[in-house]
């Protein structure tokens, strides 16, 4: 929105210029039904794949193991439903974290409803998983059919874990390992050579791209079934007709974010630390969630403020022209915050306020200045109606 500073761009970063014109120039030749055999057809399949291998080449596999889903959420659904089902009669076992998005947390506790064993590891008071306590699950575990899935970056409080160590142990005790990496796509590397997950998680939304279009790279010979019925596209993993302009809009987001990365990770980082010293010193009490982590992801900062009243700050800060989250923690008067906080322990006391605050390629020095004098003024106008 016009004069809108929008610091939310870890629920959904706004249509890049770039990828717009993109998708634009493709209208008139993508717009088809690319499994139809006449020639309009062909000319939608032939852009469709092109925009799969640029996605392919981002993460170093290869066209044939990307499949395009409706998003996040479909594509953590397909793997891990699509793992457990294929398996039921072998009876699975699927290994998470207490901190996953509720896509991944809500798909494994079905499976374990159908049949499938399920474990979920603890982390620490800074969001990280402990390599050891994976190790010792599937140390039990050596020859079932096993499916780790651990997020890459977490969503709520920025923190990455250390997805190469696990992997490693994963494929030691001959696990499969999934990774949901919807916030950390674009902006760390995730290539096969680097990090060799079987199954990743994106979608185009976080990156600038268009709403609606993910994907699942899924290594050859996994094995997954299906959860859509009704068609043969995307090799039967996500039937529908598909949406190639929306994959062009895809590919272009991910090209810009690969070529910009080195550019903008310092930029990131600046805002985020310029804002945690502000906070520090002005805010008394104010907590960096996940501030302890090895790495965090450069563009996302979260902070607890307690005995602050959640509605009236989020209020104020609207009022003020400052788009930022809440993310998933308690309201006013309630005693339970978010599943991320809670597994870290932290955040359960009454009226602990959680800010979410997320950038993005536009993202300027003024627009973090500004909203962080919105955000102190809006805690002590909140912090005054809590105590009235």
């Not at 603890?122 to 969001?127: F, K, L, N, Y």
């Not at 272009?252 to 805002?271: G, K, N």
Request: charged share 20%; glycine share 10%.
């Amino acid at each position: 929105m016009e004069n809108m500073i929008y610091l939310d761009h870890a629920a959904s970063s706004p249509l890049r210029p770039e990828v717009w014109k993109a998708m634009a120039e493709v209208v008139g030749t993508a717009d088809f039904n690319a499994a139809s055999m006449h020639a309009c057809g062909r000319g939608a399949l032939e852009i469709l794949e092109l925009a799969r291998a640029d996605i392919a080449e981002a993460v170093g596999a290869s066209r044939g193991e990307v499949f395009f889903t409706a998003g996040g959420t479909a594509s953590n659904n397909v793997a891990i439903l699509g793992f457990a089902r294929r398996r039921l009669a072998e009876r699975p076992l699927l290994v998470t974290t207490a901190i996953e998005h509720k896509a991944v947390l809500q798909a494994a506790r079905q499976a374990a409803r159908e049949g499938a064993d399920l474990e979920v590891l603890p982390v620490d008071e800074h969001g990280q998983v402990a390599p050891a306590a994976l190790d010792a699950v599937l140390a039990s575990a050596t020859g079932r059919a096993t499916l780790v899935s651990i997020m890459w970056a977490n969503n709520e409080v920025g923190t990455i874990q250390p997805i190469p160590e696990l992997v490693e142990i994963a494929h030691r005790h001959g696990a499969l390992f999934h990774s949901d990496a919807v916030q950390g796509f674009g902006k760390l590397d995730m290539r096969r050579e680097t990090a060799p997950v079987d199954m990743l998680t994106a979608t185009a939304h976080k990156l600038g791209g268009p709403v609606g279009i993910g994907v699942l790279v899924c290594r050859r010979g996994t094995g997954l079934e299906p959860l859509v019925f009704g068609g043969t596209q995307e090799r039967g993993v996500w039937p529908g007709t598909q949406n190639p302009i929306g994959a062009v809009g895809f590919a272009r987001a991910v090209q810009l974010c690969v070529a910009e990365r080195a550019s903008h990770i310092p930029h990131f980082v600046s805002l985020r630390e310029s804002l945690t010293a502000r906070f520090l010193d002005e805010v008394p009490g104010l907590v960096i969630h996940a501030g302890g982590a090895a790495l965090r992801l450069p563009n996302l900062l979260s902070v607890g403020i307690p005995a602050c009243d959640q509605a009236t700050l989020l209020v104020a800060l609207d009022m003020e022209g400052v788009a930022v989250s809440s993310g998933s923690a308690c309201s006013s008067g309630s005693a339970s915050a978010s599943h991320v906080l809670n597994a870290m322990g932290i955040g359960n006391e009454e009226d602990y306020s959680v800010v979410r605050l997320s950038f993005g390629p536009g993202t300027s020095d003024e627009e973090v200045r500004i909203a962080g004098n919105a955000v102190v003024s809006a805690v002590t106008s909140a912090r005054t109606a809590f105590a009235t």
